[in-house]
């Protein structure tokens, strides 16, 4: 069974911060990676994602994400904080095989971003 | 772009009631799910379609039941809406071809069951 871990529910930063949001997963094999964002009284929307190959993956709104392995991290970064990046972010895990329930992904529970003035 | 639209953004519904969530996909999506979405507790798969008339149950199907009759189509179904069942509702499709790229979404169902 797969399963996600969200460090932190709530990280608040600065303005021109750094954002730093932590994903760990479990899987008995190198899984598909996937990193959400929620508007408020929105759906979500697909920041990034992580299949095969290069393992920094770039997204959008400036966003990008490192596959590390040898941590089973894929922690969601972002140089320089804007007042449009609250949110709430969702890091998720798929099986990297087709077919049927292989599509299912599993979330984490939420990452709430603040970002002050 | 692929557009999931779910039919109702706001719902008030009474404890007992028979209701219906329908959720339409215009991309041709072998996959569609359903999950509800609680503050604390993230997203909780419901149920999931990977082809017409094909559901498999998810991490909480209790209370729950579904019908995909027609490929664009996922619609969830509370047999008898209770309090417990007040949240957010997202569907979601993707295709079934190939790698998994992920999940696009509905804009949600917030739910009030009274």
């Known amino acids: 069974a797969q399963s996600v871990t969200q460090l932190g529910s709530h990280v608040s930063v600065s303005e021109g911060a750094l954002v730093l949001l932590r994903c760990n997963y479990s899987s008995s094999v190198p899984p598909y990676l996937f990193w959400y964002v929620q508007y408020p009284n929105q759906g979500l929307q697909l920041l990034l994602k992580?299949?095969?190959?290069?393992?920094l993956v770039k997204g959008i709104n400036g966003f990008e994400a490192e596959f590390k392995k040898s941590e089973t991290s894929f922690h969601l970064t972002k140089p320089s904080a804007h007042m449009s990046d609250a949110a709430e972010y969702f890091c998720?895990?798929?099986?990297?095989?087709?077919?049927?329930?292989?599509?299912?992904?599993?979330f984490g529970k939420g990452t709430l971003l603040t970002v002050n003035p | 772009d692929v557009k999931v639209t779910q039919s109702s953004r706001y719902l008030v519904k009474r404890t007992g009631e028979k209701v219906f969530l329908e959720c339409v996909q215009d991309m041709d999506h072998e996959n569609m799910f359903w999950y509800r979405q609680d503050p604390g507790l993230g997203l909780r798969l419901i149920y999931f379609?990977?082809?017409?008339?094909?559901?498999e149950k998810g991490d909480i199907p209790e209370g729950y039941s579904v019908s995909r009759e027609k490929k664009e189509r996922f619609s969830l179904i509370l047999e008898s809406a209770s309090t417990n069942q007040t949240s957010m509702y997202l569907c979601?499709?993707?295709?079934?071809?190939?790698?998994?790229?992920?999940?696009?979404f509905g804009s949600g169902t917030r739910l009030t069951v009274v």
């Open positions: 998720a895990v798929s099986s990297p095989y087709s077919g049927g329930s292989n599509y299912k992904l599993t």
């Open positions: 992580y299949t095969t190959g290069a393992t």
């Open positions: 979601a499709s993707s295709s079934g071809q190939g790698q998994n790229y992920g999940y696009t």
């Open positions: 379609s990977y082809d017409v008339k094909m559901k």
